[in-house]
């Protein structure tokens, strides 16, 4: 009889823990991360907003959950595992574009350290890697279960809670809160992003932010005694230099 009570209570402790994980890694959170340098939070800035889970994460800013960030703008997309990131640019006329790859979150080597602190009451463990000269410390934990982060630098690690940035730049989670769910494919439409190659993505982001106006069209510069000025084009140096009102 006791064998079996013993059994029971085994049996009761396992389930516990098995239905103890699955919440946990069923949660989802939001992360708020605000910027100092030297000991000095920046003014007027757009804190980053990270909601995730065990299966995904969403970068993103205040600004943008608010629908006040001005266009072009951009927010990304990691799935866990193969740390897939998609990028998506939101560009003038509502349109949306995309590009994916799954080396982004891969492509930073890390010296792992014994040094750890608690951030937001979890303990954080820490790992330093180079950016472009750039001497980057990260302080992360895996007690959430989730990976992720305010950028995609060690995102594999766990969830990145402060970034040290040449000692003197710190972005570090300000406020961590459960989520029932998020939905942000849905929100902000992505599934009607067009997706290119990164080079063609970059392209495309950077001429969103200008605009183009046709000033000459079909006009002809050339060295000629037959250019003549009209009443809208003004033609100098016999044709190579033209002007217009």
């Known amino acids: 009889m006791t064998i079996k009570n013993n059994n029971y209570i085994h049996m009761k402790k396992i389930l516990f823990f098995l239905l103890f994980s699955t919440i946990v890694f069923a949660q989802s959170y939001r992360i708020t991360y605000k910027t100092s340098f030297e000991g000095k939070e ?7 907003v990270v909601f995730a889970n065990s299966k995904e994460n969403f970068i993103l800013s205040e600004a943008i959950i608010k629908k006040e960030k001005k266009i072009p703008f951009e927010l990304s997309n990691t799935t866990t595992g193969k740390f897939s990131t998609t990028t ?63 950028s995609l630098i060690g995102q594999n690690l766990g969830l990145v809670l402060e970034t040290v940035r040449n000692g003197s730049t710190v972005t570090q989670a300000t406020a961590i809160k459960k989520e029932k769910s998020f939905d942000i494919s849905s929100i902000f439409n992505l599934k009607s992003a067009k997706y290119t190659d990164a ?42 230099i033209i002007l217009r009102k």
């Open 42 to 48: 920046r003014p007027n800035q757009d804190p980053i």
């Open 88 to 150: 998506f640019g939101f560009l003038p006329n509502q349109e949306i574009v995309a590009t994916t790859t799954d080396k982004a979150v891969s492509t930073f080597v890390f010296s792992l350290k014994d040094d750890t602190k608690k951030i937001l009451g979890f303990l954080c463990k820490k790992a330093v890697t180079t950016v472009n000269s750039n001497t980057i410390e990260v302080w992360y934990t895996k007690e959430l279960g989730v990976f992720a982060g305010p």
């Open 199 to 240: 080079l063609s993505y970059k392209d495309q982001l950077w001429r969103s932010k200008f605009l183009t106006i046709d000033v000459f069209k079909e006009q002809s510069i050339n060295f000629s005694d037959e250019s003549k000025s009209d009443e809208i084009i003004k033609r100098y140096g016999n044709g190579t």
